[in-house]
């Protein structure tokens, strides 16, 4: 049984992977897009952008390949923490169209910060990777 539990990780860790991959990319593809709404939020744009931009490529790059995913999620995990402390307000916003698309990327925050704690926390659960 611990066969496919190894598995369903592995599977997990290339989903999660990719998904940081894309938006690291996506950083950089569209990063005079990204940078002003972080300017908007007011964040030190475009400094900031690239250099999250390259901490979600590095971090997504470990998951993917399996090397040192565990600490690699406590990267990304320092990189959603810092978003809720700084970004969220979605409830603040008047423009219910602005407020949904908001609320999504906070909910979306919170479940990727969920998984990344998971995984950060219980570093046993690391397996079918090398650096550990």
Request: with cysteine.
């Given at each position: 049984?611990?066969?496919?539990y ?17 938006a690291g ?17 007011g ?5 900031a ?24 999620s ?10 809720f402390?700084?970004?969220?307000r979605?409830w603040?916003?008047?423009d ?37």
């Open positions: 049984m611990g066969n496919i190894s598995v369903a990780f592995l599977i997990g860790r290339i989903l999660i992977g990719g998904f940081f991959l894309v990319c996506n950083h950089f593809a569209h990063l005079g897009m990204i940078a002003g709404y972080a300017r908007m939020k964040t030190p744009a475009p400094l952008v690239g250099a999250s931009g390259i901490l979600l490529l590095l971090v997504g790059a470990s998951l993917l390949l399996g090397f040192q995913p565990c600490s690699r406590d990267s990304a995990g320092d990189f959603s923490a810092a978003y402390i700084h970004d969220p979605f603040s916003i008047q219910s169209q602005a407020k949904i698309g908001e609320m999504t990327q906070f909910q979306q925050n919170i479940a990727t910060l969920g998984l990344l704690l998971m995984t950060l926390l219980n570093p046993a659960t690391c397996p079918m990777s090398f650096g550990r």
